[in-house]
């Protein structure tokens, strides 16, 4: 297999820990970097990308962060959309009725209302630290700035988490998609935006089928399902194992790695 760019998510996919990536991804990573531009494609924000590239020695290629709704390349902004102020307020109105909390996320700033179980983990695995804020304050705020979300992350219960889902798909589905992490969380990003649409973006002058791309979650479907190889790791859903051309070996077992070090040629 010969392609020109190789795109990969991070959680689930390239990383082999909840944090890092492993050595044995590093020395697969460097085998093609000089030949393949490598691109991170996450729903993270820019710090919690940032030193995965530099693990892997591709800090000068662009990333994608929020499912699309940032590119990034060296720093320069190329692309950038958020959430309107008056959906977030929507959205945190229906949220505070279900007793699900918000975090905010815009460009590397990520705001949550008190420190939580969960929210530690999230510092353990992005290695980003919020800033622990009323979400009336902080909407507030942005609404000053005149900003907006690029992602929402809802945290609640399973039972919260499910009421709540199908509240906000019916009131907001149309200009939003939810998507579920995990039983207890929702992430929440612009309907416009997609990886796929982030990749089409940088590589205007190529075509999708010099791209190949890894993923496990329901928002890598649509860019595994476009490009010219894609391929889920084994640990990944059901549906994306279905559209997937390949499925690798888990992401706890260097998937992505043993995949490229078997197919890739340069």
């Known amino acids: 297999m010969k392609y020109k760019i190789l795109c990969s998510d991070l959680d689930g996919t390239l990383l082999t820990t909840k944090n890092d990536v492993s050595d044995v991804t590093i020395s697969a990573i460097n085998s093609i970097k000089n030949h393949i531009k490598i ?14 590239q530099a693990r892997l020695g591709v800090e ?13 390349d060296n720093g320069k902004e190329l692309f950038s959309t958020v959430i309107p102020i008056s959906e977030l307020l929507k959205i945190h109105n229906l949220a505070e009725k279900q ?37 009336t ?23 919260t988490t499910d009421s709540i889902f199908t509240i906000l798909t019916t009131a907001l589905g149309d200009s939003l998609h939810f998507y579920r992490s995990n039983e207890t969380l929702i992430e929440v990003a612009p309907k ?22 890894f993923g496990d979650n329901f928002n890598d479907i649509e860019m595994l399902a476009n490009v010219g190889c894609g391929v889920a790791v084994e640990n990944g859903r059901d549906e994306v194992k279905a ?24």
């Open 192 to 213: 416009s935006i997609s990886k796929l649409s982030a990749i089409k973006l940088l590589f205007k002058d190529e075509t999708l089928a010099d791209v190949i791309a």
């Open 243 to 266: 559209i997937a051309k390949y499925t690798t070996f888990k992401n706890t077992e260097n998937g992505v790695a043993h995949f490229i070090k078997q197919n890739i040629v340069i």
């Open 39 to 52: 691109i991170l494609v996450s729903a993270r924000m820019p710090k919690s990308m940032r030193y995965l």
């Open 60 to 72: 000068n290629e662009p990333i994608i962060c929020y499912n699309g709704a940032l590119v990034l």
């Open 99 to 135: 007793g699900v909390q918000l975090g905010l996320y815009y460009t590397d700033e990520w705001y949550v209302p008190e420190d939580t179980e969960r929210v530690q983990k999230e510092i353990h695995h992005t290695k980003a630290v919020p800033i622990f804020e009323e979400t």
């Open 137 to 159: 304050t902080t909407l507030f705020q942005w609404e000053k700035r005149g900003i907006g979300a690029h992602k929402i992350m809802l945290m609640g219960t399973k039972e």
